[in-house]
């Protein structure tokens, strides 16, 4: 069974702050993940997908993937109360399901005014 | 600019009733998909379609039928409902099966 862990929080930072979102992963031949934000009672939305390692941005949210240990994460730079949120990981698996996102069961950020 | 559509939003239904889902996309995506998504168990998949005419089981098929009925409509059949698939169940699609997936609104499905 291929799993996909994220601390679930609740994360809690200040308005301004960076907050830091993690995953980790455990199919190592999995070359596709993706960050998706999800509002209370909403769907996911896709807010950053990486393929090669190291620093992806997109205004104020970076991704980074370091795939020799099996992990990602997101950055998000002067966080807003609205970007308070539960934020899901995805992970695409290799190998003969290759049509298959494993999602991780998201963290909760909390932005604080 | 629609995006993927989900019908209904909302519905209750009686232990034994059956019920369609429906899901429409116009981006021109090839590949569709059905999750369900229950507290603390995060994201699952039911169905994949990776194309017209093709459809593949996911993680959590038992109790569900699908039909890819065209490029643009990927539908979820419950047939004969149970209280455990009480969900929120999603439909998404991407272009291609390694391509970010977008997701429709959901719909809350109870089952008493």
């Known amino acids: 069974q291929k799993e996909v862990e994220q601390n679930s929080g609740p994360l809690s930072v200040p308005e301004g702050a960076i907050a830091s979102l993690n995953c980790t992963y455990s199919?190592?031949?999995?070359?596709?993940f993706f960050w998706y934000r999800q509002y209370s009672g909403k769907s996911p939305e896709l807010i950053m997908f990486?393929?090669?390692?190291g620093d992806k941005e997109d205004g104020r949210f970076t991704a980074q993937l370091n795939k020799a240990s099996q992990y990602v994460s997101l950055l998000i730079r002067d966080s807003q109360p609205s970007d308070s949120a539960t934020y899901l990981c995805?992970?695409?698996?290799?190998?003969?399901?290759?049509?298959?996102?494993?999602f991780g069961k998201g963290t909760l950020l909390t932005v604080n005014p | 600019n629609a995006g993927v559509t989900q019908t209904p939003k909302f519905q209750v239904l009686k232990t034994g009733q059956s019920m369609t889902l429906q899901c429409a996309q116009d981006?021109?995506?090839?590949?569709m998909y059905w999750y369900r998504q229950d507290p603390g168990m995060g994201l699952r998949l039911i169905y994949y379609?990776?194309?017209?005419?093709?459809?593949d089981k996911g993680e959590v098929p038992n109790g569900y039928n699908v039909s890819r009925l065209n490029k643009r409509e990927f539908s979820l059949r419950l047939e004969s409902a149970a209280p455990s698939q009480t969900s929120v169940y999603f439909c998404?699609?991407?272009?291609?099966?390694?391509?970010?997936?977008?997701f429709g609104d959901g719909t809350r499905l109870s089952i008493l």
């Open positions: 998404a699609s991407s272009v291609v099966d390694n391509q970010p997936q977008h």
């Open positions: 199919d190592r031949g999995s070359q596709s």
């Open positions: 990486i393929y090669s390692n």
């Open positions: 995805a992970v695409k698996d290799s190998g003969g399901s290759n049509y298959k996102l494993t």
């Open positions: 981006m021109n995506h090839n590949s």
């Open positions: 379609s990776a194309s017209e005419g093709t459809t």
